[in-house]
């Protein structure tokens, strides 16, 4: 399954290379306009020629939409990536829910709402058995959106109640978390 912070990076990659091409090709083509003249002027026509055959050149990759080949991250211990994540996103769950019970929906958790949003569907990508999401992984997904919905609508009940779905509905083993028992979410003491 493709994260969305994977499709953004893939998108950054190819807006780069993109721009690296068409970047190289102007200095190609200024670098042919200097060569071939003593001054600034534009050179003979066959300069003008090569100079527009390396813009199109350029461009097509562009148009024709090349892109990176997309690679699934693969890991050789895959509980202890679950946990490492884990570890990075459950507290950042822990922050957003602490607030949402003291304080309920205000500007504040209204900022913060997407950011919580956004690591709920990546910790639910963790959770595919193939790099297809599979239904844990768009149950835990749906539930992500129920969240959103009720924050937007600014329900603290229906907010509370759908993070609850989510919580509940990640697999127990070594993704299980509970926000009231901080040693299933939080390192070991040294």
């Given at each position: 399954?493709?994260?969305?912070?994977?499709?953004?990076?893939?998108?950054?990659?190819?807006?780069?290379?993109?721009?690296?091409?068409?970047?190289?090709?102007?200095?190609?083509?200024?670098?042919?306009?200097?060569?071939?003249?003593?001054?600034f002027v534009t050179g003979s026509s066959g300069s003008?020629?090569?100079?527009?055959?390396?813009?199109?050149?350029?461009?097509?990759?562009?148009?024709?939409?090349?892109?990176?080949?997309?690679?699934?991250?693969?890991?050789?211990?895959?509980?202890?990536?679950?946990?490492?994540?884990?570890?990075?996103?459950?507290?950042?769950?822990?922050?957003?829910?602490?607030?949402?019970?003291?304080?309920?929906?205000?500007?504040?958790?209204?900022?913060?709402?997407?950011?919580?949003?956004?690591?709920?569907?990546?910790?639910?990508?963790?959770?595919?058995?193939?790099?297809?999401?599979?239904?844990?992984?768009?149950?835990?997904?749906?539930?992500?959106?129920?969240?959103?919905?009720?924050?937007?609508?600014g329900s603290k009940e229906d907010a509370v109640a759908a993070f609850e779905?989510?919580?509940?509905?990640?697999?127990?083993?070594?993704?299980?978390?509970?926000?009231?028992?901080?040693?299933?979410?939080?390192?070991?003491?040294?």
């Amino acid at each position: 399954m493709v994260s969305v912070q994977q499709m953004h990076r893939q998108a950054g990659r190819s807006r780069f290379i993109a721009l690296s091409l068409m970047g190289i090709t102007a200095l190609a083509s200024w670098h042919l306009s200097v060569v071939t003249s003593a001054s600034f002027v534009t050179g003979s026509s066959g300069s003008s020629i090569l100079s527009r055959r390396l813009a199109a050149g350029a461009v097509l990759p562009v148009l024709l939409g090349a892109q990176e080949a997309l690679a699934m991250p693969r890991v050789t211990d895959r509980d202890v990536y679950i946990n490492n994540r884990k570890l990075a996103l459950v507290p950042i769950f822990k922050q957003g829910m602490d607030y949402l019970e003291k304080k309920g929906i205000d500007e504040r958790m209204a900022a913060f709402a997407p950011k919580m949003y956004r690591k709920m569907t990546l910790y639910a990508g963790l959770f595919s058995q193939t790099e297809q999401p599979d239904a844990t992984v768009k149950r835990l997904l749906a539930d992500s959106e129920v969240f959103k919905t009720a924050i937007d609508k600014g329900s603290k009940e229906d907010a509370v109640a759908a993070f609850e779905q989510f919580r509940t509905h990640v697999p127990k083993g070594v993704g299980y978390f509970d926000l009231k028992v901080p040693s299933t979410y939080e390192a070991p003491p040294p």
